[in-house]
């Protein structure tokens, strides 16, 4: 979370920092900021509140200057005003500091500036920054030297842009446990935490690596590493398919990307799953334009980098353990995946939140395949939780959306997920790719150790390939999906459930309505209603069953049944023909039939429409919900 961006060149900086912030506000949105060096003097404008904010500010005040540094905040350290808002200048108003992480030891380091005589404006670990190079710069030395000096005070993780009213022909960047990618033009250079907001300019791109600092000039960039020690490294070239933000006549991107999955898991299968009788291949590696279906929201985004999982044969009987990774969305996906590793091959699977790792025992050894699924690639707590497993011998994997992004950089085995950008923060299509990686992926390790019989794996195969067509008509329904929606819009408190393979749709269905309509929503065990959260039942709390034929059917029906007895509404997912889900609810958001295994690959999508009719009808902020970030880079 935050987003930072840079320019230098020929440009007026303001308009292009603009455009880069665009691309990353959905790091966070609330304050958006920039300085810039004009005339030689460094100016700082900023606003709390979303980008257009700062935008308003940046027209009226049409500042020419052709360098500048830009952030747009997730507020961790102070609350989202526009003091607290970046950039940070010292205390000379000479040195302008935009910050993404956290400075774990900035109380002592405020204090001692304090001492020497610094003054603090905000409540932000980020403001020790500038005021550290500040008072590094009054000892004398070099800007890098002094830039050095300060990164040796500093504990956490963090990435910075920074820019001095003395060198107006340099930007400073710094990559500590982050991603910063420094995009190289004809004579102009730019600055992105994420390469995408660099693309709408240029394709030749250097990445920092960890622990490194960039000095960018319009000459290009030069690395060094925390000791001062020059690092070379070329730049690569991106996919130049520039990165468009087009809601293609939907009313939100949220509603848009629902509509894409068909197609998402359509380009996913045919990635890896070329037919029925063959196995499953991960092998794959780069962008394959030949399934871009020629919509720039549809491109690949990525460098060429090839990836695919190269574990041999050898390694994957090796296997005796599986430890995933994941937060919020991936989490629910990643526990779908659990359940179908340990039913088609039968190896124990933990699944963990991630943030949940630090300070306890991680028991993974030589003989697991620890896998980290995340979107972004960038979720600190995931990416903390893979390190701590490879350190301790464990084969790692990534499942992600951004084949650009630092999970990338940490493991030789990256399934990539076929989604295209996802603009909207709450995640929808990259959930249903992570579930399709999970379904190819229990397969592949199935059909490699031999527990998943040839006949059965083609079977699932060929079901896999039935279901984009069967949420294509599922998103035919979804008038009448909305019709039902808008009569529960004014619940206060949301309960939904679900067993076996579908408990953790119920609660992907309870955090998406979280979410997009702020209703508070809990999701839980359909067994573990009457141990508990039954009592929170009356006429006045909705209940929302996810109840598909199969093994754990008349459980959950009975389960249902309990709520009904307490008066509460009615609401369920059940498939086509159902009539005895038709005789015991009030609403019915029916799907196709569809066999238990693959369910909550259609499952959830109704649930995904409830949200969005229940958010857009209350008038929420459908893409940018308050307070949440997409890409969460802070522990
Ligand atoms: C944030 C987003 C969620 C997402 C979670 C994990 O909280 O708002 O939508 O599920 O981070 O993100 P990741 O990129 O690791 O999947």
Redesign the pocket.
């Known amino acids: 979370m935050c987003g930072i961006v840079g320019y230098l060149g020929p440009l007026k900086a303001a308009p292009v920092l603009l455009s880069e912030l665009k691309c990353l506000e959905y790091r966070g949105y609330d304050s958006a900021g920039v300085a810039v060096i004009e005339d030689g003097r460094l100016c700082v404008m900023k606003a709390a509140g979303k980008l257009s904010n700062l935008e308003e500010i940046l027209v009226q005040k049409g500042p020419t200057a052709r360098v500048g540094i830009g952030h747009t905040r997730w507020a961790t350290h102070g609350v989202p005003n526009d003091t607290n808002a970046h950039p940070h200048i010292d205390s000379t108003g000479k040195i302008a500091v935009v910050h993404n992480g956290i400075i774990e030891n900035f109380e002592e380091l405020k204090t001692e500036l304090i001492g020497l005589g610094y003054a603090f404006n905000s409540d932000t670990d980020s403001e020790v920054i500038a005021h550290l190079i500040s008072y590094e710069l009054s000892q004398g030395g070099e800007m890098l030297d002094v830039i050095l000096r300060s990164l040796k005070r500093l504990v956490g993780a963090y990435a910075l842009g920074i820019v001095s009213q003395e060198h107006p022909d340099r930007i400073y960047a710094v990559n500590h446990h982050y991603s910063l990618s420094v995009g190289l033009g004809q004579g102009e250079s730019f600055l992105a935490s994420d390469s995408m907001a660099v693309r709408q300019y240029t394709n030749r791109v250097v990445r920092l690596e960890q622990s490194e600092v960039a000095e960018i000039t319009t000459q290009g960039v030069r690395l060094f590493n925390f000791d001062g020690l020059e690092v070379k490294r070329s730049p690569i070239a991106m996919d130049s398919s520039p990165y468009v933000i087009d809601k293609c006549g939907h009313k939100h991107f949220l509603l848009k990307e629902i509509h894409e999955q068909p197609l998402v898991l359509r380009q996913t299968l045919t990635k890896y799953l070329r037919h029925p009788n063959h196995p499953i291949d991960f092998s794959v590696g780069a962008y394959d334009p030949s399934l871009d279906d020629g919509s720039s929201e549809n491109k690949m985004v990525g460098d060429g980098t090839a990836y695919g999982v190269h574990l041999t044969d050898e390694e994957i009987k090796g296997l005796n353990h599986i430890n995933i990774f994941?937060?919020?969305?991936?989490?629910h996906a990643s526990m779908i995946g659990k359940l179908l590793i340990e039913e088609l091959v039968g190896i124990p699977v933990a699944v963990d939140i991630a943030s949940e790792i630090r300070g306890r025992k991680l028991l993974v050894n030589e003989s697991t395949l620890a896998i980290a699924?995340?979107?972004?690639?960038?979720?600190a707590d995931?990416l903390a939780a893979l390190k701590e497993a490879k350190a301790r011998g464990a084969y790692t994997m990534g499942i992600t959306n951004r084949a650009d992004s630092h999970l990338a950089q940490i493991t030789p085995n990256l399934i990539v997920t076929e989604c295209g950008i996802e603009v909207s923060?709450?995640?929808t299509k990259?959930y249903l790719a992570q579930l399709a990686s999970y379904y190819l992926l229990a397969i592949y390790l199935g059909e490699k150790r031999g527990t998943l019989p040839p006949e059965k794996a083609k079977a699932l195969k060929m079901q896999l390939n039935a279901i984009p067509t069967m949420l294509e008509q599922i998103l035919a329904r979804e008038e009448q999906y909305k019709d039902i929606s808008i009569k529960y819009a004014d619940a206060h408190d949301v309960v939904f459930i679900g067993r076996g393979v579908n408990f953790p749709t119920a609660l992907e269905g309870a955090l998406k309505l979280k979410?997009l309509s702020y209703i508070h929503a809990s999701g839980y065990a359909a067994g573990e209603l009457k141990h508990g959260p039954i009592a929170v039942l009356d006429q006045n709390v909705p209940v929302i069953t996810v109840l598909v034929p199969g093994a754990v059917y008349e459980k959950t029906l009975s389960n249902a049944q309990e709520a009904r007895a307490r008066k509460a509404k009615m609401i369920v997912v059940a498939v086509d023909g159902d009539e005895q889900a038709a005789r015991t609810f009030d609403s019915v958001l029916s799907i196709p039939p569809v066999e238990e295994i693959l369910s909550p690959l259609t499952t959830i999508v109704p649930l995904q429409l409830l949200s969005y009719f229940i958010s857009d009808y209350l008038g929420k902020d459908v893409d940018q919900p308050r307070n949440?970030?997409?890409?969460?880079t802070v522990e």
Request: aromatic share 4%; net charge negative.
């Open positions: 994941a937060c919020g969305t991936a989490y699924c995340s979107q972004s690639g960038e979720t995931t923060v709450a995640a990259t979410e949440l970030a997409k890409s969460v």
